[in-house]
């Protein structure tokens, strides 16, 4: 995970199904379906480790309950300029 990122997607590949709408619906395009099969027989999506923003698209998208979960990045706190 770079330090620009804001978010993080975990994805779980046995309950992925494989069709594919959060990789379309993603905005930052760092979703993609793997190239292995899960236990079903699917194509999993998996996220390329860095680029998330955090937005949940994807999970609102995907149909499979419990298939994404999209972590927010707490911004890290800034010094407040200070007047001299």
Known sequence: MKTGDRGRVDLDSE?????GLCVEACPPKVLALASHLNRYGY???TYSGEGCTGCGICY???PEPGAIVVWRLKAEARPVAQAA
Do not use: D, L, T
């Open 15 to 19: 309950e992925c199904k494989g069709c």
């Open 43 to 45: 194509h999993p999506a």
């Open 60 to 62: 609102f998208a995907c």
